[in-house]
């Protein structure tokens, strides 16, 4: 997996720690002709779950400790973006890239 991490996303992740982790969810999308779920890209402040530690890898990228969970498999071919969006409510990181960012997720319409 090939991930990049924009400047404005590493400035973030670095005064909150320096940590983030990145995983696969499962979540409800728009497909040509029905909803779907599909396994999107997520990334989240900080070290994972002490508890769950073992299905992560370290991978140390421009300073900033990246944990990629065991789920994150599916994109190793992909080059993902790291990004940070301002929202209402503050900010939250974003992964960009990958299938399941595309407009369609395999319908038969398609």
């Known amino acids: 997996m090939n991930l990049r991490i924009t400047d404005k996303a ?6 909150e720690g320096g940590a983030v982790t990145a995983n696969v969810e499962q979540r409800l999308m728009k497909g040509c002709d029905a909803l779907k779920m599909a396994g999107c890209p997520t990334a989240k402040l900080g070290k994972p779950e002490e508890g769950a530690a073992g299905e992560y890898t370290l991978m140390p990228q421009e300073g900033i400790d990246v ?6 498999s599916e994109f190793d071919e992909a080059t993902l973006l790291l990004d940070l969006e301002t929202t209402l409510f503050g900010y939250n990181l974003k992964i960009y890239g990958g299938p399941a960012t595309g407009s369609c997720l395999g319908c038969s319409a398609c």
């Open 67 to 72: 944990y990629v969970h065991t789920t994150m």
């Open 10 to 15: 590493k400035e973030y992740i670095q005064s």
